[in-house]
């Protein structure tokens, strides 16, 4: 399995909350703990994160609920970066006000000033523990790192770095995200005016189509 095949796994879960408002209540916190369990000893953000990767069979360094310890799991195990972030990786924030790690997210996709993650337990009311598992936009001000997991090569991937190159059944989609900003934002142009920073591969193709399909960028 690659990040971007990870990230999508992650995304198929966007809408589930838990039950009651305000309980920790949720289908991976029973998973994780082995039988329902309810209260404020119960945050989630990181059973998510292990809830999903358990899903796609790829290792964490440690199994864990707290975001300090997957963190320092992962610097002993060679597999924490502070820069370069791509899909798959598991980013820990620290929130202005709140603890060293507050919570934590799987990259969905990176921007020129962050990253927008798949989280769980975040949302409106409180970001690191709003209930929901949300899409969220994060400025790199608040990631401390992240935690690179093992995926498949990428190596010799085809990539498609213009709108034109994209294949047809993609074009739709890539030309509504770069009109909106999410795609293309160096401001790199092909011969035509055209952005030629794209740098896609047919897997985040078809993530992107997959979430458009499903309304994730709206009309």
């Given amino acids: 399995m690659t990040g971007a095949e990870l990230a999508a796994l992650a995304a198929r879960e966007l809408g589930i909350t838990e039950s009651p408002p305000g309980s920790n209540q949720v289908k991976y916190n029973t998973w ?5 369990v309810s209260g404020s000893a119960y945050p989630w953000c990181m059973v998510f994160v292990q809830w999903v990767f358990a899903q796609a069979g790829v290792s964490l ?3 864990t609920a707290s975001c300090g310890a997957l963190m320092r799991a992962a610097q002993s195990a060679g597999c924490w970066i502070t820069e370069g972030y791509q899909s798959g990786d598991v980013v820990i924030y620290d929130f202005p006000g709140g603890a060293a790690t507050d919570h934590c ?5 990176v921007t020129d000033s962050g990253v927008i993650a798949i989280e769980g337990n975040t949302g409106s009311g409180s ?9 969220r936009t994060r400025p790199l001000a608040y990631v401390v790192g992240a935690v690179r997991p093992l995926f498949e090569e990428e190596e010799n991937v085809e990539r498609f770095n213009t709108v034109q190159q994209c294949p047809v059944w993609a ?7 770069v009109e909106r900003g999410y795609l293309g934002g160096s ?3 092909d011969g035509a005016g055209n ?4 740098d896609l591969s047919r897997d985040m193709l078809r993530l992107l189509v997959i979430q458009d399909r499903a309304g994730c960028f709206g009309e």
């Fill in 32 to 36: 994780y703990y082995g039988q329902a």
């Fill in 61 to 63: 360094p440690s199994r």
């Fill in 105 to 109: 997210g799987i990259v969905e996709r």
């Fill in 127 to 135: 970001d690191a523990d709003g209930g929901q598992v949300q899409r």
């Fill in 171 to 177: 074009q739709p989609t890539v030309e509504k995200l």
């Fill in 187 to 189: 401001g790199k142009k």
């Fill in 195 to 198: 952005p030629a920073d794209l």
